[in-house]
Every structure is written in structure tokens, then in C-alpha cells.
T-cell receptor, first 112, second 108 residues
Framework: NAGVTQTPKFRILKIGQSMTLQCTQD?????MYWYRQDPGMGLKLIYY???????DKGEVPNGYNVSRSTTEDFPLRLELAAPSQTSVYFC???????????FGSGTRLTVV | GQQLNQSPQSMFIQEGEDVSMNCTSS?????WLWYKQDPGEGPVLLIA???AGELTSNGRLTAQFGITRKDSFLNISASIPSDVGIYFC????????WGAGTKLIIKP
């Protein structure tokens, strides 16, 4: 059972470039989430989804977009990368909204 | 908005010491969770609490759901080197709210 799989693990982007962070889960969880974690800080929610076709903004959505066409996949899109988006990005999934989340191992993104 | 105040921010411990950390809020929650994050990894669920007053253990870890539903505590007994990392509390009524974390460091 793979759990939550994130790709890539590391990426360096130039300012203004775009990229998609991939997230896939094989636990048939309805809920999926994207967080960012800045150095020495806690987790901030970017976007979340309660099921296929449904997405909603979290605490820090600006500069990001998401889609949820299937239960398994929840990609995060950065359209115009900025240095402020340098962070570690975690995808997570859960069976219900307040049940324990399962996290991926993260994508470390640097924008230069 | 709802906030969780987690303390301490960091702790320097010696191997074998007991450790205590807590999380408080001005809001009432139905669920309290404790996670641990190892360097370079995502957080992993340690203990989940679903009832006020509940005391739950997971090996050397014990967590309690405060009776007021506004706080939770995590204790680690007889700490070992692999306990180092960042411990997060989280609480939920519908959507999970996260504390800022407690960093556990072993004294050399």
C-alpha cells in the first residue's frame, strides 16, 4: 500500500516559470489537502478537496491552483513562480475531515 | 479565526528524561490529534483523541483530550534519541487546525 505519493521530491524553478506538483493516493480517501511548510514553521493550508470535482481555498491560496478530476489525484499548479513560494509542499489525504491525515513525503521547491 | 497555541516552541532534553508539551485554544474542538515530523519527511499520526477527558497511550507516548475540550497534552516517557523531531498538535470540528510545533532536541 503506497499511501500518498508526491512527485517530484525536489525542484528548482526560475522566477516566472510554471510547474505542477503531483499527488496521488491509493486509499480511496475522499479528502485531500495541500500544505506548505516554510523553514522552522508549521503547516499552512493552501487548498483542499472533499471529493472529485470539488475544491476550496485554504489559508494561503494566492499563486496556486488545483483540480480534482479523480478521487486518487490532486495536482497543485504554480503558474508564475515567485521567491516567496520557496517552501516544502506536503500533500495529505483523509477518510473524513477530522480523521487522521496521511501525508506524503513532500516536495522541496526553490524559486530563484 | 481558530488558533492553537502550542508550547514550548522547542525543548532540549537528555536521553532518559520525560517530556511534556501542550496545546491550548480559546475554541472547543471535537477531535485532537498529535503528529510527529522527522527531518525531510511528512508528519505521521501518533495519537488521535475523540472524547473529552480521554487518555490514550501509544508505547511511551501518552496524550489527553482536555475536559474543557479546549486543550490537549502529550507526554513522552524515558526519551530516546529517535524521539527528536517536531511534534504538532492538531484539532478539528470539521477542518483540521494545526499548532506551530514543538521541536525536540537531544542535548549533546
Amino acid at each position: 500500500n503506497a499511501g500518498v505519493t508526491q512527485t517530484p521530491k525536489f525542484r528548482i524553478l526560475k522566477i516566472g516559470q510554471s510547474m505542477t506538483l503531483q499527488c496521488t493516493q491509493d486509499m480511496n480517501h475522499n479528502y485531500m489537502y495541500w500544505y506548505r511548510q516554510d523553514p522552522g514553521m508549521g503547516l499552512k493550508l493552501i487548498y483542499y478537496s472533499v471529493g472529485a470535482g470539488i475544491t476550496d481555498k485554504g489559508e494561503v491560496p494566492n499563486g496556486y491552483n488545483v483540480s480534482r478530476s479523480t478521487t486518487e489525484d490532486f495536482p497543485l499548479r504554480l503558474e508564475l513562480a515567485a521567491p516567496s513560494q520557496t517552501s516544502v509542499y506536503f500533500c495529505a489525504s483523509s477518510k473524513t475531515g477530522n480523521y487522521g491525515y496521511t501525508f506524503g513525503s513532500g516536495t522541496r521547491l526553490t524559486v530563484v | 479565526g481558530q488558533q492553537l497555541n502550542q508550547s514550548p516552541q522547542s525543548m532540549f532534553i537528555q536521553e532518559g528524561e520525560d517530556v511534556s508539551m501542550n496545546c491550548t485554544s480559546s475554541s472547543i474542538f471535537n477531535t485532537w490529534l498529535w503528529y510527529k515530523q522527522d527531518p525531510g519527511e511528512g508528519p505521521v499520526l501518533l495519537i488521535a483523541l475523540y472524547k473529552a477527558g480521554e487518555l490514550t497511550s501509544n508505547g511511551r507516548l501518552t496524550a489527553q483530550f482536555g475536559i474543557t475540550r479546549k486543550d490537549s497534552f502529550l507526554n513522552i516517557s524515558a526519551s530516546i534519541p529517535s524521539d527528536v523531531g517536531i511534534y504538532f498538535c492538531a484539532a478539528s470540528n470539521y477542518q483540521l487546525i494545526w499548532g506551530a510545533g514543538t521541536k525536540l532536541i537531544i542535548k549533546p
